[in-house]
């Protein structure tokens, strides 16, 4: 049985490189030789053991790779093409799914994100797809890994929470956290057609990054009060759609606090503790507020969208990827990653 | 100057029948003779100095008249007009109106709702109405004030929440709470085609109500665990849409535990102290979960389509009046239905 | 090779039964055993050669029965076990499909229609269902075949008017013919709240039908003009949906004529010959109309759905049956029903 | 009684330049002095009688000034400040306007088209705004008359037909026509998120514009064959959302023939004679095609938005003003206009 590197997760604190057998597509699946990968915020969530997988999961659900193997039944696809899988992957034939809630497969919570989850991920030399014939697609002509290495989850996940606001053209938005993913909602508000959009963080780097991708308005804030900055923009109106990119109280709240009557708080955190809802901010249940979380959006079909927005060039997302390494080098990568050093946004991974 | 009985808010605990001057129609206004009104539970949270407006303010929201005086400007309709004016009074002009929130008229939280919070109300022999031109609805032949009497706030709010849910042909819907909102959500989830109808209260009266409004299954939680039933119900599936109709943390928490991955939470509860979202039944913000918050939709085409559901037979709510008042006696009427005394759901006042 | 009876597509004008191979369970489909079918005006449009479709193809495309044989890859379900299968048959993975339009599986028009068209169909004693996984729903306990048959097709087609239309609560909604598909829009403009429902037809059976499906009052185009009435009932104002089940320019057209500014054309008929949009009933494009057509919604999720609508007793769809045949009857079948005659409504075919 | 200058409708081919005497602010209405303003393709389809207005009646309907005088009712507004007032000024207070359909105020077909058509425009010197509460929007500080001289109609328009058309995130959008309305709509499916866009148009000056305002493909109809061209870049597939921004039949033909099965057809304009659907593009009814129609939006929260959308910087279209003219040579421009001499986009008129 041929071998290959894979970083696992061993118990909290400890992802590691072992050697595991290079899987082997069983039908309707298909095994991906990876190219590139990268390291989620959600992954240093189960690498200190906030987030629970079984010991032994490989860990990892950004792909970009090759076709290597095809299982029986799954047909269009030839090896050697080069394709993204989505973050998460829906069997598209449940009830769930077929009700529209790809990412709740099967109906459960997140039941949609298998891989490095309840399934072996992607920070590996291959990779096992299943439901290979929603899930594989194609990389347009042109477009490097780099490119592209943002649409299986960041990217979905960012846009996403720009589309699940309702942002109208005209809006006002404010992004809480620039991180990967708040910078992802940030360029999303402006492919929907926001007109005032306000970032949040407390880093300058990523602020500059945010300005870069659509903010007309960015505030640190370490430097000042967000609440206060945003009444003044909006001349005490408040934001039609508050996008909660962090997973914290604090952000959570501010998020409320900053609505107009009749706004929308768009959450894309992963929370933990304790989550309160301010009955002042949310107006005692009169205030025709609208809380919607999104997870990941995937799917062939999504992933084929989001290319598309890459190769038209209206969201360049190559410039987050700040560091670079080999899959023999991942525990350095985590390392970086997980404390955020050196200015980190995203890290590329090559087996 | 003629003058009036009208029911105002003294102090905590104090609502008194007073002699006030009977209102002038200035222009874009019209005076309505009162003939018949009606507390609403919002009306005791005052009564309490829970929900705080100005003393002397004149108290109610709910009123079905006969117009008495018609200001500068109004046009379209007639002195002795029997009509159902709103809860909520939208001006139809401001940003927010025309952008679609017209229940938080202003840019204000609830700002639409002004009769016995920001202006005075119907406990009273006359009523003024503001931006009459988009307020007044005159009631259909043939329909009696009981009949149109749930039409301004509870009928309009119930049926929101139902309507805000999103509901689809074939959902499971719960409902927490049956008290008069919490019924006409049940009605309202019937009339958008859910087809599973759980009614979830303590008191048997209101459950066997609920029946006869649509409920296919009530829940008796202080004889089973609802949570327990819904599961059972939905063969661990969970409803499409939860209604939360009463305003407190356990009703809240339970409409979120009840849900199914993708659900929404369809708020109507006015609530007090704190509110907090338990993270599991949340998915840690990964369950595409919504949860949206109506306030009574008003305005005179919101009057016209519930006086057409009531003209078609299609809900029949006079049963919710079990007990009737002259003005002179509010006193009593607020004392029983403060106290939920005799069964009472709702109560009908004529001055 | 087991033989057995099937239903096919002989030349325009013939509609033969004849013997064929019983088919076998390949990778990923389930073969049903046939219970109960029945005869869709598409088949008739088949028979007459208006709609093409390959010489020997088995006709029909809305099954019930039980599970003969289970193909690899597909779990969860058990020979012997009774389903309904929906006449569209997504695949639920194809780009089309993932985006939400899964009636036009693999991006061709009509894409998801397979039964009776592009693969063989139900008028048979044996069917091969593809997709299995998506397709299959389990009938629940003590609902009959023929309490369920309407589900496939015509139930969900309705509905799917009524859906697609965008009904609200109090909305005045037409229905342009009442055979079965236009009955089930009329069940389906009750289910999702319209307060007045006209029906529309030329035969008082169908209307008086009507009357006990939802509609409140019935029009008789051979006695009145539809239109007189139509704005009659609405002082003037049109009705805010029109749906269109018949499929010739003169109910198109009516339909476009009773809307209100700012209405919704509901389209659910297959034109043959021109159609033509009336400049001045469409406001020369200045009216904010909104014209859709919607092709029967299929997948297991919907046949879950509409079984559930059965099972509460919200919609009875059995007194469509009005003819009961033998499949070995079924060109007795076709001629009474293409022709119309007896009143016919639907006729159930058991093998 | 002062006097002014005003464009008139006299008689089919003539339009001029009358004294009339300045209009008085009525009770909820204000004077504003035009400041600038523009002539509309609408304007010369009343020029030539197409499209029937009264004789002396004062046409245009895109106003850019300074409010004159205040009428009572109307507050929170100043002498002096200046305003954009949109083309469609809807009440805000009528059962339409409530309903949401505002341009169609009144429930008559464009009855929230008052301007230039059923009453006075502002192709004079003053002008009287009905319902002013609802329609004026000051100015932000630093916008000239130019680059708010847009918002009123076309900017409105254009961005009307993309927001209708439902575009999502990735969707392919043909936009045919790059008149003044068609460029808007390009600029409008960008704002929405489209990755591919093609504008189709006959005259290259238009099509270098379209590229500048957001199109990623030309095609000039002279010299390719839309629909061919249209099915190479979609690698067949067909577009998701094709708008029609010309008015007539062959455009709304290829529009159709366009879309793919499950697409949208967002119409805007104007059409006279006969327009028919060809049956086989529209799939006989099966292909769930959506035809969307939508007149200008208006109020002053739309102006709001859309001046907002300017100030940001999102969409420039200044440029669009080729020609500018005085109004007492209004004659002149439209001559100029009409007939589409020396590349005219918009002209500039300033009274």
Known sequence: ???????????????????????????????VRVTTTTICGTDV???????????GRTIGHEPVGV????????????????????????????????????????????????????IDGCQAEYLLVPHAMGNLEPIPDGLTDEQVLMCPDIMSTGFGGAESGGIKIGDTVVIFAQG????????????RGASLIIAVDG??????????????????????????????????????VAIEALGTQATFEQCLRALKPGGTLSSLGVYSGKLSLPLDAFAAGLGDHRIVTTLCPGGKERMRRLMN????????????????????????????????RDGVLKVAITP
């Open 67 to 118: 076709i290597a193997e095809i299982g029986a039944g799954v047909t269009g696809y030839a090896v050697g093409q080069r394709v993204v899988v989505g973050a998460i992957t829906p069997c598209g034939q449940c009830h769930t799914c077929l009700d529209g809630h790809q990412a709740q497969c099967g109906g459960k919570a997140a039941g949609g994100w298998r891989f490095g989850n309840t």
């Open 180 to 191: 990967p993913i708040g910078l992802c909602a940030t360029a999303g508000a402006k492919l």
């Open 1 to 31: 049985m041929r071998k290959m590197k894979a970083a696992v997760y061993v118990r909290p604190g400890v992802i590691s490189l072992v050697d595991k057998p290079i899987p082997t597509a069983v039908p309707g699946s298909v095994v």
């Open 45 to 55: 969530h189960i690498l200190k053991g906030e987030f629970p997988v079984d010991a």
């Open 309 to 340: 927005v890459v190769a038209s060039g209206r969201v360049s997302l190559e410039s987050l990827v700040t560091h670079r390494f080999k899959l023999d080098e991942i525990e350095l990568a985590y390392e970086l990653f997980a404390n955020q």
């Open 203 to 240: 880093l300058q780097a990523r602020l500059d990054v945010a300005r870069t991708l659509g903010a007309d308005v960015t505030i640190d804030y370490t430097k000042s009060d967000p609440l206060t900055e945003i009444m003044r923009l909006t001349q005490g109106r408040g934001v039609d």
